[in-house]
């Protein structure tokens, strides 16, 4: 009977450890979907960011002349405040106690057709705002031990011959 006791604990014993493993997949495997939507919807961000700028930053021109504005820093500016505004970030696009802590502008230019996107290293085909930031997120599990894996590059082109101003 001493045995039976010993076998039965150690099979309790699996069947606990088994659930714990289970438990904490799950919760990983939601955490990594919710940080890939997260950086997704980024990404839609980041577009719709640079194409608001184009027509922010050309208000004043008519749709026929088509004498599109190719400043950078125009852009660039308008597309800090909106980057700052949308995630609650300070002047140094930071903030640590929301769930995106820290924003970089790795990389933003005008590249006018022809040129060769750096990031992509292709040709773009038309004249393009190209963007490229580092996105540090919260990690909801096990901070400490993920925060530095946690940081993200995201890379968006728009083209400026696709946006009606």
Known sequence: MNNTNKGNSFIIGIIFVALIIIVLFFVCAVFVGETNSLLYNIKLDMYSINKSAIVSVNKGTTSRSRIIDYDKKEYLNYFKEMIKKNYNL?????????????????????????????????????????????VSIKPVIFEDLLKDRFVFDIHEDVSMNLVEI
Do not use: A, M, P
């Open 90 to 134: 300070d002047d140094n696009l930071s903030n640590l106690n929301g769930l995106v802590q820290k924003v970089d502008i790795v990389d933003y230019e005008v590249y006018r057709k022809g040129k060769k996107d750096r990031y992509t290293n292709n040709q773009v085909d038309n004249t393009t705002i190209h963007s490229v930031i580092k």
